[in-house]
């Protein structure tokens, strides 16, 4: 059950883009397990949860929706719908409920996850810090924009009293967080969440850290997105000095390229943009 366990979360919840073959590769997977009741309930539940994550890490959301319920079943079965691994299921089945705009449904999962970690760790730990971050975005795509806001200072705030601010892990998901308020159209808070985290990676981690060098490329095209080209293109042009020294001709190396070539075609300047392109 652990190797199958492994395979199945092989995929992260972020990468929503259907690839029919992985899908065909984890239905059949999936199917040596499914309806299966030969398994202790505890079990069930944490298969069925990785069967639902690698679903959702391909784009499959109502076939992670499926599995997702059973686990939440499965995790009651067996006495556990106030534990940590509940608290991850109901995390996971937010965000799929989220992907098909079933908000009302998104929101009271969320919470339910929450709840969970902050009765489980505290209101100050991570993973009830990122499960209140996850609860901002449904609350902003709700309409609810004041009170997302008052969530996403929240998760700043537990960052800062914590110390999770000078954290290279912490870091790096703050970055996330802000990396995923961006994707689903909350850019203020994105922006707001990578620019403390670019903060804190300046001043706690090495000036030529990878992690950092991301940051700044998605800074960079929110600046763009926002008009900002000078601010924009010093934060592309800071990563890709960073990335040149580091990694050489490496492919994150050839998007901080592409940023720049997409930021002189924004600002009318075709042949540097080509240049840069190419």
Known sequence: VTQMQR???GTSPLETKVDVRAVDVLDRAAAMFDGSSEHEPEVRARVHHSIGTAYLGLGAHSSARRHLERAIDAWKEAGLADGKGAAAT?????CTVFQENDIEAAEDHSRAAFDIHERLHGPDHPETLNALGSLAVVRFHSGDR?????????????????????????????GTLGAFFIETGWIEA???????AEAGMERWLSADHRELQFVRLLLARTNLEEGKYDEAQSHAETALRFLVERLGSHPDTMNAYYTLAWMAWARGDHVRAEDLAY
């Open 7 to 9: 395979f199945f979360e």
């Open 90 to 94: 109901l995390g996971s089945l937010g």
């Open 146 to 174: 004041r009170g997302a806001l008052e969530l996403c200072q929240r998760v700043l705030d537990g960052y800062r009293r914590e110390g999770l601010i000078a954290d290279e892990a912490a870091l790096r998901q703050l």
């Open 190 to 196: 994105g922006k707001k969440l990578l620019e403390e």
